[in-house]
Each structure stands twice: as C-alpha cells, then as structure tokens.
C-alpha cells in the first residue's frame, strides 16, 4: 500500500552527531524501515536540522555546568554524575565530552539568546519543508518543545506528528526552566519514547491529554542507553508508533479503538491513600495513634460518598518508602479534572540537611518518615519524589493531602504526649551546624535562600521554603518555582500555563512546631486528625459552604481550646481556600436488620 510522500523533520540530540557521517543514513535507514513495514512502498524523505553551531559560539561557564549537573541528576552529588559520564571532577576548561553532551544542555537553560536561535532554526525548517512528522532526539527534543509549546508558535506543529526520545523534557531542571509544568503541544499525536535505562536525564512526562502518549522502550546495552537508532527500531515504537504513523487509516482505527478502551478503563472519580505508621522498627520512635488515625479518617471519606473500595490503607511495616510511593502513583494516575484524590499521612515526620553543588549542604528536605527510614533521600518520602507525582495533574483537580506529623523533631517525656517528629541523629545534626571559634560555640551553618531574586519566598513565602528560606517543603514543587518573580510569570505565560500544580495541604503545626497525641479515654490519635475530624462532621452538617479556610480555623480554636501548642496549616491558592469544600456528608439510611 503506498501513498504520499512522508517527510519527516529530524533533530539529533547532545554530541557532534553533525560531525558524524553515519548520523543521518543510520536515522533514514531506520526511519524508512519502520514506515515500510506497515505502508510498503511509501516514500520516506528525512530531512535535519542543524544547530551545533551555534552551541560551539556561545558562552559556557564551567560553574553553570555544575550547577546543571546537579539539578539534571537530582542527586544533589555532582561528582556522583562526573564518575557517571566517565569525566573528572576537576570541571576547570570543561572536558570535550562533558561540553558536547551536558554542557550543551547547561547553556540551552542558561541562555535565553541561545534558546531563542536554536527554535529559530526548527520552525524555519518547518515552515520550508512542512514535514507531517517531527522526530527530536535527547537535546532537539527541548529545542523542539521550547519552539512548539509557546503559545506565538503553535500554530507550527498543527496536523503534525511529534516524536520525542531520550528526551530531558520531563526532567525537573528543564520544568524549571520553562515555568515549572509541561504542556501539550499543539500536535495531532505527540509520541513520547521513553527508557527507564536512559542514564543522559531522560525523564518520563505526566500529561493527561488524549493526544499524548508515552510509551515504554526499555533497553539496557551501553554505557547511557541514550542511542537514537535503539529508540526508534523498539519493538513497542514499532507496535505503538510506526503503526500509526505510517498511514492515517491506520491510524484513526487504532485512536477510536484505544478511545474505547480507555473509557471501559477509566479511573474512577475518587480516591483515597491513607498511610499510619505506629510499630517503627526503634522502640524509641514508637506511636500509638496512627492506625486509629486511619480508620477514623476512613469512616468519614465513607461519609463523604468515598467508596470503600477507591481507598487503600499501608500500615505499619508495610509502609516503607517503594510501598508508598508505589500507592501514591496508583493514587495520582490518571486523575482528571473535576476528580477526586486524598492523601493523608499519620506518622513521623522529619528534616534531612542535603548536599547541593559542590558538595556543600544548600537546602533541607522535609520528609513523611517510612517504616525503613534511614535518614538517607532514597528512603523518605521527601518532595522532589512527591512532585514527580502531583506537579503535573490538570488544574481543577480536587487533590487534598493532610500530614499530622511535623519536621522540627522532638522528644516524648515521661507521662507527656508524644510526639510526631524525629530530631535527627548526631552526624545528620553534624551537616547543618558550623564552630563559632570566637564565642566556641555550635552555631547553625548559614545557607542561602532559595531563591534571593523573588518576592513570594519572602512573607507568606516563608510557608513554600520555611523561615531560612532554603527549605524544600512537602507539597510546594519549591524546585519547579525557582525563576525570579518577572522571569517566572513572563514564562508561564508564553507557555500558556499558571505553574506547577498546587494541592490542599493541611498540616497539624507550623514549620517550627510540634505535631502531638492525644488519648481520647483510652484510645489514641493525633490531636490534629482527631480535631480535624471531629470538626468537620459537626460543622459540615450545618454549614454547607464551610471553606478550608474556615474549617483549619475551627480547628486550631480546638485544639487551643484542648492546650494543644499547635497551629494548623493551610496552604492551597486562595480561591480554592475560601470556596466551599466539595464533599458534603451524606446522609444514609441505617443499614436493615434481617
């Protein structure tokens, strides 16, 4: 079956793939292949575009390259990336391998005159050749979305295919750079290959959008696993892209299909994760009201018209870092807007001073504190996991998360209440404190603010990044919103976005306060979930439009008026805030005896 000439657009990622001679047959070759197979005959013509000259006159700062390295690897240890490219720690005159691969990536971030060239060159060879299919490659994948997502140039991509693979796209450090959210470009279909072995910062994108779809390609054969020809000849590219783009009939089959498909499998419109944690491994740490936590919190999401079966429960032992990240995705999948999903956490909570570049402490993280928490990143809870999972959902989804825990440590006196909050041991302590040798004294090491160039971390900012103003918060995606003020806003709105997504937060105490139980008779809870709840079912019932606002206010004069000193929390935009809470209790009648 032939049919008209397919012209596909190419943009090779990071490396001197211009300088290789074998770039360009090895992707026609592979491109043509794959269309062939399902359209025979049909003609392939591969054209590319050209742009490492313009990464080889541009500036590129030995220090900006650090910096990226470590936000592109998450890590925080930059020379954890150095070993992992083969390179020296040493980044004086930037070896050649580092300058072509993510150097390349440091300065298209860096430099808004670099950026703005490098679109230049792709929607010039759109408007000249009007290829149906975009394909980008690692680097071009950023160059091509930086192009086609900003809303003066969308109209370049419209009744095309984009293909996106190895690509940084969904990493944090290029969310940053482009307003803190990706959205969807204006495409027919955007394709998105994406290896979980890709060790060059490729990252999986979250997008609930019809025409988006990411498909899994895992390989694992070298070094990066970043190889463009393994990316496009994958048995799931084959079955999951080249089918439909090798012929539209094809194609508008497959999509009705799969819409049918996806409709039979839709997620239902609520759903709840609650995790409590009493028996931590060390008697020390131990607590009694989170289960109790749990199964109350359970019985009014019942009351609200939650299902049982949309809410899952982890306890205790079962509760560890994979185990609840795991529920977490199964939480946040699909969600749309309009929808419902609720975390609550009842447990420890806890700081971890963390490494940044040049392995100096820069920030803390708060973290929710898992059953096999070793005060080590991989095993909490802490943000930079938790945005991976929220940032991304549709504005209008109703995403509530409540943590009765707090982050400032403490300790459990004799006959007290305890305390929900572990205080770090000695050598954690050891990162955040510096020797005064004058007064010989232990002093708190200074680290600077997050973000010195913007406004909203100061005042009410002090809720996003605390009162140094280097702390990564729960819930804030504070590493997505690092622009200054100006630059922020200007970028979200050529992207046609208002910044990552922010949920509800409820939380039991201020940043520096302490997160206690309470013994109701002989059973304990958390005072704040015991509060919380108890507040809700009674005023719920007689006020109908009772905000978040107004119920964390009727809260903390309960829990002032029990002796508790601990000042709930509400972070959510303020017109979410104050409108009226959507769930309502439901009356029902009792249950018939037989």
Same mark, same amino acid.
């Given at each position: 079956?032939?049919?008209?000439?397919?012209?596909?657009?190419?943009?090779?990622?990071?490396?001197?793939?211009?300088?290789?001679?074998?770039?360009?047959?090895?992707?026609?070759?592979?491109?043509?292949?794959?269309?062939?197979?399902?359209?025979?005959?049909?003609?392939?013509?591969?054209?590319?575009?050209?742009?490492?000259? +313009?990464?080889?006159?541009?500036? +590129?700062?030995?220090?900006?390259?650090?910096?990226?390295?470590?936000?592109?690897?998450?890590?925080?240890? *930059?020379?954890?990336?150095?070993?992992?490219?083969?390179?020296?720690?040493?980044?004086?005159?930037?070896?050649?391998?580092?300058?072509?691969?993510?150097?390349?990536?440091?300065?298209?971030?860096?430099?808004?005159?670099?950026?703005?060239?490098? $679109?230049?060159? *792709?929607? #010039?060879?759109?408007?000249?050749?009007?290829?149906?299919?975009?394909?980008?490659?690692?680097?071009?994948?950023?160059?091509?979305?930086?192009?086609?997502?900003?809303?003066?140039?969308? #109209?370049?991509?419209?009744?095309?295919?984009?293909?996106? +693979?190895?690509?940084?796209?969904?990493?944090?450090?290029?969310? &940053?750079?482009?307003?803190?959210?990706?959205?969807?470009?204006?495409?027919?279909?955007?394709?998105?290959?994406?290896?979980?072995?890709?060790?060059?910062?490729?990252?999986?994108? $979250?997008?609930?959008?019809?025409?988006?779809?990411?498909?899994?390609?895992?390989?694992?054969?070298?070094?990066?696993?970043?190889?463009?020809?393994?990316?496009?000849?994958?048995?799931?590219?084959?079955?999951?892209?080249?089918?439909?783009?090798?012929?539209?009939?094809?194609?508008?089959?497959?999509?009705?299909?799969?819409?049918?498909?996806?409709?039979?499998?839709?997620?239902?419109?609520?759903?709840?994760?609650?995790?409590?944690?009493?028996?931590?491994?060390? !008697?020390?740490?131990?607590?009694?009201?989170?289960?109790?936590?749990?199964?109350?919190?359970?019985?009014?999401?019942?009351?609200?018209?939650?299902?049982?079966?949309?809410?899952? *429960?982890?306890?205790?032992?079962?509760?560890?870092?994979?185990?609840?990240?795991?529920?977490?995705?199964?939480?946040?999948? &699909?969600?749309?807007?309009?929808?419902? $999903? *609720?975390?609550?956490?009842?447990?420890?909570?806890?700081?971890?001073?963390?490494?940044?570049?040049?392995?100096?402490?820069?920030?803390?993280?708060?973290?929710?504190?898992?059953?096999?928490?070793?005060?080590?990143?991989?095993?909490?809870?802490?943000?930079?996991?938790?945005?991976?999972?929220?940032?991304?959902?549709?504005?209008?989804?109703?995403?509530?998360?409540?943590? &009765?825990?707090?982050?400032?440590?403490?300790?459990?006196?004799?006959?007290?209440?305890?305390?929900?909050?572990?205080?770090?041991?000695?050598?954690?302590?050891?990162?955040?404190?510096?020797?005064?040798?004058?007064?010989? %004294?232990?002093?708190?090491?200074?680290?600077?603010?997050?973000?010195?160039?913007?406004?909203?971390?100061?005042?009410?900012?002090?809720?996003?990044?605390?009162?140094?103003?280097?702390?990564?918060?729960?819930?804030?995606?504070?590493?997505?919103?690092?622009?200054?003020?100006?630059?922020?806003?200007?970028?979200?709105?050529?992207?046609?976005?208002?910044?990552?997504?922010?949920?509800?937060?409820?939380?039991?105490?201020?940043?520096?306060? +302490?997160?206690?139980?309470?013994?109701?008779?002989?059973?304990?809870?958390?005072?704040?979930?015991?509060?919380?709840?108890?507040?809700?079912?009674?005023?719920?019932?007689?006020?109908?439009?009772?905000?978040?606002?107004?119920?964390?206010?009727?809260?903390?004069?309960?829990?002032?008026? %029990?002796?508790?000193?601990?000042?709930?929390?509400?972070? #959510?935009?303020?017109?979410?805030?104050?409108?009226?809470?959507?769930?309502?209790?439901?009356?029902?009648? !009792? #249950?018939?005896?037989?």
């Amino acid at each position: 079956m032939s049919d008209s000439p397919l012209i596909a657009l190419c943009v090779h990622g990071v490396g001197h793939g211009e300088a290789d001679p074998q770039m360009r047959p090895t992707w026609t070759k592979a491109i043509t292949d794959a269309v062939q197979r399902w359209n025979p005959g049909r003609p392939v013509q591969c054209e590319f575009v050209d742009y490492d000259d +313009l990464f080889a006159k541009a500036p +590129l700062d030995p220090l900006v390259v650090t910096e990226a390295l470590a936000k592109l690897s998450l890590s925080g240890l *930059v020379h954890g990336v150095g070993d992992l490219l083969g390179l020296s720690r040493d980044f004086g005159g930037i070896p050649d391998t580092l300058r072509w691969t993510a150097g390349m990536v440091a300065q298209w971030a860096d430099s808004d005159s670099l950026r703005q060239a490098a $679109r230049a060159r *792709v929607l #010039a060879q759109v408007a000249e050749l009007k290829p149906g299919l975009i394909i980008a490659h690692s680097l071009g994948s950023l160059i091509s979305y930086d192009a086609f997502a900003r809303v003066e140039n969308r #109209a370049a991509l419209a009744g095309r295919t984009f293909i996106s +693979l190895g690509s940084q796209i969904g990493n944090p450090f290029v969310r &940053d750079a482009v307003g803190g959210r990706i959205v969807m470009v204006p495409a027919q279909q955007w394709f998105h290959l994406y290896n979980l072995h890709d060790k060059a910062f490729a990252a999986p994108i $979250r997008l609930e959008n019809p025409g988006f779809e990411q498909v899994p390609t895992p390989f694992d054969i070298n070094f990066l696993d970043h190889d463009a020809i393994q990316y496009l000849s994958h048995p799931a590219t084959q079955n999951s892209v080249w089918q439909k783009v090798a012929g539209q009939a094809v194609s508008r089959a497959l999509t009705q299909s799969l819409g049918k498909v996806n409709s039979a499998l839709a997620t239902p419109g609520r759903r709840a994760l609650l995790i409590g944690i009493n028996d931590y491994p060390n !008697p020390a740490n131990q607590l009694e009201g989170c289960v109790n936590d749990v199964f109350r919190m359970s019985e009014v999401l019942q009351e609200c018209g939650f299902q049982p079966e949309d809410i899952r *429960v982890v306890l205790n032992e079962r509760a560890t870092a994979a185990g609840i990240l795991e529920r977490m995705n199964w939480l946040l999948e &699909d969600a749309q807007k309009g929808q419902d $999903r *609720v975390l609550f956490y009842s447990g420890h909570g806890a700081q971890i001073p963390e490494y940044g570049v040049g392995g100096r402490v820069d920030h803390t993280d708060e973290c929710l504190v898992p059953y096999d928490f070793d005060w080590t990143r991989e095993k909490a809870i802490t943000d930079v996991q938790f945005h991976e999972l929220y940032s991304q959902l549709p504005y209008g989804t109703n995403f509530l998360a409540i943590f &009765d825990c707090c982050h400032s440590g403490g300790m459990t006196r004799d006959g007290g209440p305890r305390v929900r909050g572990l205080a770090p041991p000695d050598d954690i302590r050891h990162r955040s404190l510096q020797w005064n040798e004058r007064e010989q %004294m232990w002093e708190p090491r200074n680290v600077d603010p997050e973000n010195t160039n913007s406004k909203k971390w100061k005042g009410k900012g002090i809720g996003f990044v605390g009162t140094s103003g280097a702390t990564w918060r729960l819930g804030r995606a504070v590493t997505l919103r690092s622009l200054p003020d100006k630059q922020y806003d200007c970028v979200r709105k050529e992207f046609g976005h208002f910044g990552p997504f922010l949920p509800v937060l409820l939380e039991a105490c201020e940043e520096n306060q +302490l997160s206690y139980e309470y013994r109701h008779g002989v059973t304990s809870f958390g005072a704040f979930t015991y509060c919380l709840t108890q507040v809700f079912r009674e005023s719920r019932a007689i006020l109908p439009d009772l905000s978040w606002k107004d119920l964390l206010s009727a809260v903390a004069k309960k829990l002032d008026r %029990m002796n508790y000193s601990q000042t709930p929390v509400l972070v #959510a935009p303020a017109k979410i805030a104050s409108a009226a809470i959507p769930w309502k209790l439901e009356s029902r009648s !009792p #249950a018939k005896k037989t």
